[in-house]
């Protein structure tokens, strides 16, 4: 479903990403919308305050860390909390958070992490071991709270403080992903008071208590979130004294905020169409970022809905759990033509489930493999399932009635609209019928598995773990009744088995290697069909942000980072002097790395999961 728009719409249980499509953030400093038709200048606020205003395309699914998994969300999260380790901006390797040094016992089944002495809650209480140990017991023993990160704790033994600077976590079995743990720390006197982690949604009392560069001081669903500088954060306050994602529907009246100065950045959904990045060029007090991107765009079959209890529900088309079906379906789709028609050169061709921008992880099929595209070679596989034309020239399914796929899209992505209209033209000419169900909320029926196809896409984080825990069979939910953490409900055997050796392999080469076979097999398997990698287009007003820090430093993105660098660097145009904590954009702020030490592990310290969720980004 995609780390751009993840489903949390569900009053309780494991949300999902819906589709790729829609979760982007177009991000903005300007409250000019039509649910604030006042625009104002996104410099500074009456009080003097300097603000800087993000729009977004992209509701708020859940502000409590334990629930949320929509990018936006998550966005928000990493600059209320500290996380154990944080990525270097610079090149993505795992640096100190809340955590100043970790390091494993020699059989990798002990973690040890000393937390810094110089953080503090919000409300001024020190925040320490204890707090880390209760967030992640609480999410060993409540399946409300490990909603949104579960997976990370499903191998934790035993977790324990023996000192407010001490943390220590037991495991069953070694596990990759220990420098990679992305979970929001939150905050024991506070949280303990919570009686229902599944149902509680951390958006009524205000300001939330946090020791992240920001402090959530406001929030309307579907309308705004609030954030102040936080001037006690460890690593430095923000030079923003505010920062307020708003919600815009229209990406194209957020653009044309930016031209009037209510904006001051726009990332888009999930990122500006070629039109609008084109139109934005030489624009002055304009700088556009064009830069190698960190998701993939896809199209996901129903693989047939069911719990881990057995049970089937949803309604997906029977002909697609028939692997030709999928297969010639796939091979109908013309990704170069989507790639010069649709993004116009601002993607990649997709091809294996990790974007080539992690080039350790990334895989593509052989020559002989590949699913390239030839309809005459659909329409064979086809004839070969059975599914054969009528009189009409229409495909017919086993009960001898016209096929039409039902393909979920988001309203508001203009890259679904437009490769759907693709996909009617080149299925239509295999005999299938496309019907386009372009809606504003995708989750009910996505959860529902009341859909044939839809589209879909992750932000990938350089460790993977995450976006390859979601296709588990331990990710599906336990009842139909309920949701659970996969993405669309597929499970193979083969594909869990592999899973559980990459997340307990320490050596990067061999892990990566096994990783690759995943992405085979997910090829294999059809239920996903990657079609490209976007670019990261977005747009900011240079005479309201000075500078500004990308990830990674050289040809980085903005928006949507694994971090909090972005808005923490982010350099108000008037504020005078030098940036000591920031750079201009493709330069990255300076970090203060602090001792990592993990042993034998070496490169292993780069290695950290999502979202994002990333989506989860």
Same mark, same amino acid.
């Given at each position: 479903m995609g780390?751009?728009?993840?489903? =949390? #719409? *569900?009053?309780? $249980?494991?949300r999902l990403v819906a589709l790729a499509g829609a979760a982007a953030l177009t991000l903005t400093a300007g409250l000019a919308t039509p649910l604030d038709p006042a625009p104002q200048q996104a410099r500074a606020a009456d009080d003097g305050k300097k %603000? *800087?205003?993000?729009?977004?395309?992209?509701?708020?699914?859940?502000?409590?860390?334990?629930?949320?998994? =929509?990018? *936006?969300?998550?966005?928000?999260?990493r600059l209320m909390y500290e996380y154990l380790t944080n990525y270097d901006p610079k090149d993505n390797h795992a640096i100190? &958070?809340?955590?100043?040094k970790w390091e494993p016992s020699p059989d990798k089944l002990t973690w040890t992490y000393t937390i810094r002495a110089n953080s503090k809650w919000s409300d001024g209480e020190q925040a320490t071991a204890e707090d880390a140990a209760w967030t992640f017991n609480k999410m060993m023993t409540d399946t409300g709270a490990a909603t949104a990160n579960g997976s990370y704790v499903g191998n934790f033994r035993k977790v324990t403080a023996p000192s407010p600077t001490k943390l220590v976590i037991e495991l069953k079995k070694p596990q990759a992903t220990m420098a990679a743990l992305d979970v929001p720390i939150v905050p024991k006197h506070v949280w303990e008071k919570v009686s229902d982690f599944s149902e509680f949604n951390n958006d009524k009392s205000f300001p939330v208590v946090g020791n992240g560069p920001f402090v959530l001081s406001g929030y309307k669903a579907d309308s705004y979130v609030r954030l102040k500088a936080n001037k006690s954060f460890w690593r430095g306050s923000p030079?923003?004294?505010?920062?307020?994602? =708003?919600?815009?529907? @229209?990406?194209?009246?957020? %653009?044309?905020?930016? =031209?009037?100065?209510?904006v001051s950045f726009v990332a888009g959904s999930p990122s500006l169409t070629p039109a609008q990045a084109e139109s934005l060029k030489g624009a002055e007090n304009i700088q556009v970022n064009d830069a190698p991107g960190r998701r993939f765009y896809a199209l996901a079959t129903n693989p047939g809905a069911k719990a881990k209890n057995g049970e089937k529900f949803g309604d997906g088309h029977p002909s697609l759990l028939d692997q030709r079906v999928r297969n010639a379906l796939f091979r109908a789709v013309d990704r170069e033509a989507i790639i010069d028609k649709v993004f116009?050169?601002?993607?990649?061709?997709?091809?294996g489930y990790i974007p080539p921008r992690f080039q350790d992880y990334f895989w593509k099929p052989s020559a002989d493999r590949k699913l390239a595209y030839d309809p005459a070679e659909a329409a064979r596989l086809l004839d070969q399932a059975g599914y054969k034309k009528n009189g009409d020239g229409?495909?017919?399914?086993?009960d001898g009635k016209p096929i039409t796929y039902r393909v979920l899209c988001h309203a508001t992505d203009p890259n679904d609209k437009a490769v759907g209209k693709y996909l009617q033209e080149w299925w239509g000419e295999l005999g299938i019928g496309v019907q386009l169900n372009c809606l504003d909320n995708v989750t009910d029926p996505w959860l529902a598995g009341k859909y044939d196809l839809a589209f879909d896409g992750w932000s990938v984080n350089p460790d993977p773990d995450f976006v390859l825990s979601i296709h588990t069979c331990g990710a599906l939910p336990a009842t139909p009744?309920?949701?659970?953490?996969?993405?669309?409900?597929i499970c193979d055997k083969k594909y869990d088995e592999l899973y559980a050796r990459q997340l307990t392999e320490y050596d990067p080469a061999k892990r990566a290697d096994i990783v690759k076979q995943m992405e085979?097999?997910?090829?294999?398997?059809?239920?996903?069909?990657?079609?490209?990698?976007?670019?990261?287009?977005?747009?900011?007003?240079? @005479?309201?942000?000075? #500078?500004?820090?990308?990830?990674?430093?050289?040809? $980085?993105?903005?928006?949507?980072?694994? $971090?909090?660098?972005?808005?923490?660097?982010?350099?108000?145009? @008037?504020? &005078? &002097?030098?940036?000591?904590?920031?750079? #201009?954009?493709?330069?990255?702020?300076?970090?203060?790395? &602090?001792?990592v030490i993990l042993g034998g592990l070496g490169a292993f310290a780069a290695m950290r999961r999502r979202a994002t969720a990333e989506e989860r980004e």
């Open positions: 780390t751009n728009d993840q489903k =949390r #719409s *569900l009053p309780h $249980g494991l %603000v *800087l205003t993000v729009a977004v395309a992209q509701s708020v699914d859940s502000l409590s860390p334990f629930l949320a998994v =929509r990018l *936006l969300s998550t966005s928000i999260h100190p &958070g809340l955590a100043t030079k923003f004294d505010e920062l307020v994602f =708003r919600y815009y529907k @229209d990406q194209d009246a957020a %653009v044309s905020a930016l =031209r009037k100065g209510e116009r050169g601002h993607a990649v061709e997709g091809e229409k495909r017919v399914g086993k009744e309920e949701t659970g953490a996969t993405d669309n409900f085979s097999r997910l090829y294999d398997l059809g239920y996903m069909n990657v079609m490209a990698y976007p670019n990261a287009v977005e747009a900011f007003r240079t @005479d309201q942000i000075k #500078s500004i820090t990308t990830m990674p430093a050289k040809a $980085g993105n903005i928006y949507g980072q694994d $971090g909090y660098w972005s808005w923490w660097s982010a350099v108000p145009a @008037d504020s &005078g &002097g030098s940036s000591d904590n920031a750079s #201009s954009t493709g330069v990255v702020v300076g970090i203060v790395a &602090g001792v």
